[in-house]
């Protein structure tokens, strides 16, 4: 090795950082989650954005433990095709108040450090990226999110003078 090779930096994530991600999406989570229609909790919605359909979510309880819970998020239809269908399996921390992505699409597990460049082109900070995802399609989803119409109030065509 000569004076003139320097060794690449090695990157140390951010904790407060993922910490303050994964305690807002605890949040907002809990608010999506607080949707009802007859008393039921709702597991799905839609997106629409004044008279524009723009896909339904689903949210589903895979575990639940006495502190934790598993979540899969799945956009199951939108719009577009130009548009991927986010899928991420959460875990959330109910004593701690945080919620953090364990997997998101074909990815099993996502490291909290990646070396780069790597195998699959993941970031170094590959985990605050997909936790930041993570919180921007929630606050679409609370922006945008509606109950389907089949849970409305009252039929389609009724009540309507």
């Known amino acids: 090795m000569t004076e003139w090779t320097m060794k690449p930096k090695r990157y140390v994530p951010d904790l407060r950082q993922l910490g303050a991600l994964c305690d807002g999406n605890y949040q907002r989570l809990n608010k999506l989650r607080q949707l009802e229609a007859d008393g039921k909790p709702v ?4 997106l629409h954005r004044e008279n524009q359909y723009l896909g339904r979510v689903r949210i589903k309880v895979l575990q639940t433990a006495r502190f934790t819970e598993t979540l899969l998020l799945e956009q199951i239809h939108n719009s577009g095709r130009w548009l991927n269908n986010p899928q991420m399996t959460v875990r959330v921390y109910h004593d701690a108040a945080m919620a953090e992505v364990i997997s998101c699409y074909r990815d099993r597990q ?3 450090v990646n070396d780069y460049p790597n195998r699959f082109m ?3 900070d590959e985990k605050v990226q997909v936790n930041g995802f993570l919180a921007d399609w929630l606050d679409y989803c609370l922006r945008f999110g509606h109950l ?5 109030a009252w039929p389609a065509g009724e009540g309507v003078d």
């Open 110 to 112: 996502i490291a909290p």
């Open 148 to 152: 389907p119409m089949e849970y409305a």
């Open 122 to 124: 993941h970031h170094p």
């Open 43 to 46: 597991c799905e919605f839609e």
